[in-house]
């Protein structure tokens, strides 16, 4: 980690393009990207399908969100519903994402 985050309930998912990436279990989940240890340098998403349509618009923090998510301990000790096909690109189950990290 490399910024402070004041929320003792989010899970670390890994630091990635400079930001720390963390999920919070509500429900939904929040995805949040640390870009600093400043209260508000942060972005937070509700549920991964709006982590997904951000990267579809061209937001930089909510790729090391899913970048994260994909590539993180805690994804990879659970069947994943992130699933990569080389040839036709990567598959998401939204709703299994937010259900692997809800408390």
């Given amino acids: 980690m490399l910024y402070e985050h004041d929320c003792d309930s989010c899970l670390f998912l890994g630091l990635f393009d400079g930001a720390d990436i963390y999920v919070c ?3 939904p ?3 949040i990207a640390r870009n600093s ?3 508000p340098d942060y972005v937070s998403y509700r549920g ?3 982590v997904l349509h951000s990267v579809l618009v061209g ?3 909510s790729s090391a969100i899913v ?3 994909a590539h993180s301990d805690y994804m990879m000790e659970r069947d994943s519903p992130i ?3 080389c040839d036709r690109g ?3 189950d939204c709703d299994a994402v937010d259900l692997l990290f809800l408390a």
């Fill in 48 to 50: 991964f399908r709006a």
């Fill in 37 to 39: 240890s400043e209260p």
């Fill in 67 to 69: 970048h994260a998510v």
């Fill in 29 to 31: 989940p929040r995805f």
């Fill in 25 to 27: 279990p509500q429900t």
């Fill in 59 to 61: 937001s930089s923090e």
């Fill in 83 to 85: 699933a990569v096909d």
């Fill in 90 to 92: 990567i598959f998401v």
